[in-house]
């Protein structure tokens, strides 16, 4: 069914018409890219032409891309095949998080935004670490200051990943002059479809595979490629890079949203505000209303939005970005996430607007009451 108002984008965005074409196009065709025969050779095709468009999105070499199912095994490839020990970021994705239990954290500050001071004392003395930090977070759409901790890193002897898989198509991401070494990005996030994503190596050793087997991605990844995914993959890329001018109109649209809210409901909190934000994403908290309880009511109303994590897990809980950037328990308890795109519209995001009045109005008549 689709919502009334899709506000999600940030867990999935709608297929492209472009990545919808290539997807059917080759869902239609018949062809394994290993395969030397005709048929294999045309599956190759639409594998390398992909592979073509995602490296200029990201702004690296084709040979650098490995593409993988999405972007939380991208994630992992880049940090479980890392010889180097690794630090990670208090506010990355589960998937980074969780890939390697020994992994070092490095803290934010209170406006989610690494502390680069400790970042340098910890490869200080620790040594040539691999760093992973994300170019923007899902949850408050915070950019981080990759170039400074590119510098930071490599002055370190270590290596930095990116996880972009909120920021590709909505920033433009340059890995040789902002020194990223590698890059995660994820298909589903910028308009193709669900099932690929990649690992983008600009420079240094490819990570060692962590799925043996069959040869292909160079060694890198075992098992036939998903060929139609990889082909909308390569068509969404593609759009997303040429229609990056669209950030603006997305920005504006959900400034003015921001605004709105904290009209109809002054008591509202913008978490992440201040420092640069993706154009699209809005991390709005109502203090003394539940996530879940917001999550439901909009869902009822047909707007679709998402409360923590919840793009990863279908349930809501504490969002360790927020706590992380030491956001008091009860702004935390009632923060959501709102992310649009470029054809969301203003019905849509009146639609939200309505009912964030109606809630604000419960939570303050059963303050009242108690
Ligand atoms: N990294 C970030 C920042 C994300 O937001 C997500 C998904 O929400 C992922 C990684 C995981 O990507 P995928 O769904 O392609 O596995």
């Known amino acids: 069914m689709t919502p009334a108002a899709y506000l999600d984008w940030n867990a999935t965005a709608p297929l492209r018409p472009e990545a919808h074409a290539a997807l059917l196009g080759v869902l239609a065709a018949t062809g394994n890219p290993s395969s030397v025969h005709a048929a294999g050779r045309a599956a190759r095709r639409v594998v390398e032409e992909a592979r073509a468009e995602v490296a200029a999105l990201a702004g690296a070499p084709a040979d650098g891309v490995i593409f993988t199912s999405g972007g939380t095994e991208a994630n992992a490839l880049a940090l479980c095949g890392s010889a180097l020990p690794v630090a990670v970021s208090a506010v990355e994705h589960a998937s980074v998080l969780a890939a390697r239990d020994d992994a070092a954290r490095i803290p934010v500050g209170g406006d989610g935004v690494v502390a680069l001071d400790a970042l340098d004392a910890m490869l200080a003395a620790r040594g040539p670490m691999l760093v992973s930090v994300m170019i923007a977070n899902n949850e408050t759409g915070v950019i981080q200051p990759v170039a400074a901790i ?12 990116c996880d972009a898989v909120q920021a590709a198509g909505r920033v433009v991401i340059d890995m040789a002059s902002q020194g990223i070494d590698l890059l995660t990005v994820s298909a589903h996030k910028l308009g193709g479809a669900q099932g690929a994503g990649a690992l983008v190596v600009r420079s240094g050793p490819r990570p060692a595979g962590q799925l043996r087997g069959g040869g292909q991605e160079q060694g890198s990844r075992a098992g036939t490629e ?31 949203l921001e605004e709105a809210a904290c009209r109809v409901a002054p008591v509202t909190r913008i978490l992440g505000a201040g420092v640069p934000r993706l154009c699209n994403t809005s991390c709005l908290a109502l203090p ?7 999550v439901m009511a909009m869902d009822l109303a047909g707007i679709a939005i998402s409360a923590g994590a919840a793009c990863s897990s279908g349930k809501v ?9 030491g956001v008091p328990a009860e702004i935390a308890a009632g923060a959501v996430r709102v992310s649009l795109g470029p054809s969301t519209t203003s019905a849509e995001t009146d639609a939200f607007l309505r009912q964030w009045a109606t809630q604000a109005e ?9």
Do not use: K, Y
């Not at 809980?317 to 950037?325: D, I, K, N, T």
């Open 150 to 161: 590119a510098e930071l890193v490599h002055a370190r002897g270590g290596r930095l990943h």
């Open 226 to 256: 998903n060929v139609a995914a990889i082909a909308a993959f390569g068509a969404a890329a593609r759009a997303a890079r040429t229609g990056l001018s669209a950030a603006q109109a997305v920005a504006r649209m959900r400034d003015r």
């Open 288 to 294: 003394g209303a539940e996530a879940a309880t917001l």
């Open 317 to 325: 809980r504490a969002s360790h970005v927020l706590a992380a950037m």
């Open 362 to 370: 419960r939570v303050a008549s059963r303050r009242a009451a108690a």
